[in-house]
């Protein structure tokens, strides 16, 4: 301590000490916030020229020939993109409602004493691994859905006009509609923690004047708590999206994995991170079906890119105080 | 207005309100039911999960499965390899991950916060946060492994990227979390602003970013996806990083689509393991945490 009193005139070159050291450390930072923005544009271009031969070969032609012919080596990409949406919006179709009662439940309705161990519960539905929701589904959710559900589905709309289309036989099991209430199960908790997490941002003062003037819970939810956070809530589904539209070893497990478009959602088909999965193994180095893989995956990226980048968007300005 | 309307009215005003008030509570109920459905659902499915792989896993669990390799279905093989080049991997991953989440995290808190870098930085790593999985593991593959070769060191790579955006967001949330008359104060004792956010701000916020370490390690010890195309899986013993390197998700994917009765035994058993410890890893986050809300 009497040593620095001492030293105190030649205080200048220690500053300057410091500020290199401050000038190495905000280098290093913000080379890693810039290898952020590298990593991005590596993934898009690396994906993109692995992909140019397969788009060179077929052109546009790629996004809608239905066509995936190793035989022949003709690559359509039609199949796996209506199957990554079909069984997307369709998980989302079941999963935003579910999603949106738990929130409902644990930001308003629950006893304060559950609400942590719940919502712990729910969150921890996230953590599970996707291929364990791949076994899962593989070993419990096929065998129920072929001896039960769908049977007793297919027979009890057998004649009625459409959904007898849209629900028909043969009971396998697997299928888009598996698929789909998998994905819809692994969504769930994402999409439920963004509810709440937004639900619980509305000030209590206008809750609180909507239950005085006597309105019921659902009155208040409705007409206070949904239209405060309705820009959130729709970032909180786009999220659910994105991580439907890239999910994989789940998929892979219940798809069925065949190569046709069906109005059939009992029917098996692929989606593009399930093809790209299940056939990568099978491809040779620089054959054009691996370079129809990139592009498959190129393609899932812009796509995800897209919905993430909204939800983004849409969920910046209420949550978490980051502005 | 005549005297019997004016009697009538309110009566038949009292009448509606009550139909009305009911209507509104029968609705309210239903979706109150609906609510508390919803959320049984979602803790029947985990309760679903968590049973199915006790029922199925824990009937298989044997010394021998932490201490065999994989062997051919029917010679009393176990996860040996599998389990440590999981640890391998998911530890190099998070090595790697870790300093420059920091890194980046602490670019977003305490340099650019609100600067239109800063804020592309964050979105994109936002974006990165949800990004498909398998397509961090095509890129490994375009970058290293196409002309390379598999390898262990390319697996973990990929569980890398996977790792930095999950510390980075928690560690930008952490270091907003502190107040800022906390570095006022090392600065005013001459400290440079390296080191008030070193020893100042980092030790201040350490759970919390500890808390992100153990979310991503728990994240990434499940992947399966990136790792297919980066360290392929091997059924051997090998520790060597320029070598294929099995991994427990890999062995899972592999024995569960078997025919052979002992290796979907094995599947079971290995899924239970990686998802308690998982889930273990997620509650000691969460658990870690709880102080500083």
Not at chain 1, 194 to 218: H, I, N, Q
Request: net charge positive; hydrophobic share 55%; aromatic share 8%.
């Amino acid at each position: 301590m009497s040593q620095i009193a001492v030293a105190a005139p030649s205080i200048r070159p220690r500053r300057t000490g410091g500020a290199f050291g401050d000038k190495v450390f905000a280098a290093f930072a913000l080379a890693a916030g810039l290898l952020v923005l590298v990593l991005l544009g590596a993934i898009i271009v690396s994906l993109f020229i692995g992909g140019l031969p397969s788009f060179r070969a077929f052109g546009l032609g790629f996004l809608t020939d239905a066509d995936w012919d190793p035989v022949q080596h003709i690559y359509g990409a039609a199949v796996p993109i209506f199957g990554t949406l079909v069984t997307s919006v369709l998980a989302l179709a079941m999963a935003v409602p579910l999603a949106f009662g738990i929130a409902f439940y644990l930001t308003e309705l629950a006893p304060p004493w559950v609400r942590r161990p719940i919502g712990t519960a729910i969150e921890l539905l996230a953590a599970v691994p996707s291929i364990i929701y791949g076994m899962w589904g593989f070993f419990v959710i096929v065998p129920a859905m072929g001896d039960y559900i769908q049977p007793h589905v297919i027979d009890t709309l057998d004649g009625i006009p459409v959904l007898q289309d849209l629900f028909a036989g043969p009971p396998f099991g697997t299928g888009l509609f598996t698929a789909s209430l998998i994905l819809a199960v692994m969504v769930i908790p994402f999409i439920a923690a963004t509810m709440r997490d937004v639900f619980l941002t509305v000030p209590a003062v206008y809750k609180e004047s909507a239950y005085g003037v006597g309105c019921t819970t659902w009155e208040v939810m409705r007409s206070i708590v949904l239209p405060y956070t309705r820009t959130s809530v729709v970032g909180g589904v786009m999220l659910g999206l994105g991580r439907a539209l890239g999910e994989t070893m789940a998929v892979t497990f219940v798809i069925g994995n065949t190569n046709r478009i069906t109005a059939n959602l009992f029917g098996s088909g692929n989606t593009i991170a399930s093809l790209v999965a299940l056939e990568f193994g099978e491809s040779e180095t620089g054959s054009l079906k691996l370079s129809s893989l990139l592009a498959l995956g190129f393609i899932l990226f812009v796509i995800s890119f897209i919905v993430l980048a909204i939800s983004r968007l849409l969920l910046r300005p209420r949550v978490g105080g980051r502005t | 207005m005549s005297a019997t309307t004016a009697m009538a009215e309110p009566r038949r005003d009292l009448r509606m309100a009550a139909t009305l008030s009911r209507r509104r509570q029968r609705r309210n109920f239903v979706i109150k039911v609906f609510c508390i459905l919803a959320t049984v659902v979602g803790l029947v499915v985990l309760a679903s999960i968590l049973f199915t792989l006790l029922r199925l896993g824990i009937g298989g669990l044997k010394v021998t499965v932490f201490t065999h390799m994989t062997k051919p279905s029917g010679e009393d093989g176990g996860l040996l390899n599998p389990i440590v080049g999981s640890l391998i991997q998911t530890g190099i991953g998070a090595a790697i991950g870790t300093p420059i989440g920091i890194m980046v995290g602490t670019y977003l808190a305490e340099y650019a916060a609100k600067s239109v870098l800063g804020n592309a930085v964050r979105f994109v790593s936002d974006v990165l946060l949800s990004a498909p999985s398998i397509l961090i593991g095509l890129f490994i593959y375009q970058l290293f492994v196409n002309g390379h070769g598999y390898s262990g060191i390319a697996g973990a790579l990929s569980l890398a990227v996977i790792v930095i955006p999950i510390v980075v967001r928690t560690t930008e949330d952490m270091l907003r979390l502190i107040p800022v008359a906390l570095r006022e104060a090392a600065v005013a004792l001459g400290a440079p602003k390296w080191k008030a956010i070193v020893l100042i701000c980092y030790r201040a916020a350490l759970d919390g970013i500890a808390t992100g370490v153990l979310l991503a390690v728990a994240r990434v010890a499940g992947e399966t996806a990136p790792l297919l195309f980066t360290s392929l899986g091997n059924g051997n013993w090998s520790l060597d990083l320029t070598k294929p390197m099995a991994s427990l998700p890999l062995a899972i994917y592999k024995y569960a689509g078997s025919p052979a009765d002992d290796w979907v035994q094995l599947a079971w058993v290995g899924a239970m393991l990686i998802t308690f410890g998982v889930l273990a890893l997620n509650i000691v986050a969460r658990v870690a945490l709880r102080p500083r809300r």
